[in-house]
């Protein structure tokens, strides 16, 4: 008998185990959500600001039966562990939000106004016509460009390091190309998928 008590256990115990699961997939639907939060975040501080939105109307209750109700209350938790997040907001990103925001509304937003420089297909921007550029300025339009890659290059890494998981640098980066070309303002110049560019 005791033995079949211990047996017992140890499948219990095995079976416990076996449901506590980590799920360490790329998360793409909240990574994506994230990276437009942060690129409409950046592109928009160079818009004029919109009236903030009226407060919604209060809930009718919603007749939920008070059994209902408990579960909402013991369901969540363990829901709220499947459902996966991205975190982007670090010190690290908060900065590199700022420096982009002033360069959008600065020197970069008007090369991308004038279609000298383009969104690419990697996350990055790239200097896509010099000529659009007068010649007295295109050092300082290279380094609008230089300066950008390079917040762009440590904001990817530092959203997969937030996260705990910096071998999904590449995949964050991918992402955030999406966004960057989804979110491109009529007018400005992106990288189609084969690398060509193409004005949205």
């Not at 004029?48 to 009718?60: H, M, N, R, T, V």
Request: glycine share 8%; hydrophobic share 45%; aromatic share 6%.
């Amino acid at each position: 008998m005791r033995k079949l008590v211990v047996g017992l256990l140890a499948t219990l115990a095995i079976a416990l185990v076996g449901c506590v699961t980590i799920n360490v997939y790329f998360p793409e639907a909240a990574a994506q959500k994230a990276a437009d939060q942060f690129i409409g975040n950046v592109i928009d501080s160079a818009s004029p600001a919109k009236p903030a939105p009226k407060d919604p109307p209060p809930a009718a209750d919603s007749g939920q039966h008070p059994s209902a109700m408990l579960l909402d209350v013991l369901i969540p938790t363990a829901a709220a562990a499947d459902v996966p997040n991205i975190r982007v907001q670090t010190a690290a990103t908060e900065a590199i939000s700022a420096r982009m925001s002033g360069r959008f509304q600065g020197p970069l937003g008007a090369l991308l106004d004038s279609g000298a420089v383009g969104f690419t297909r990697d996350g990055m921007v790239a200097m896509r016509d010099a000529s659009k550029v007068p010649l007295s300025e295109r050092a300082q339009a290279s380094a609008t460009v230089a300066d950008e890659n390079r917040d762009r290059a440590a904001l990817y890494r530092e959203v997969a390091s937030a996260n705990g998981h910096p071998e999904w640098q590449a995949q964050i980066q991918a992402t955030f190309a999406k966004g960057w070309i989804d979110r491109a303002k009529a007018g400005w110049y992106v990288q189609n998928a084969s690398g060509a560019w193409q004005q949205k």
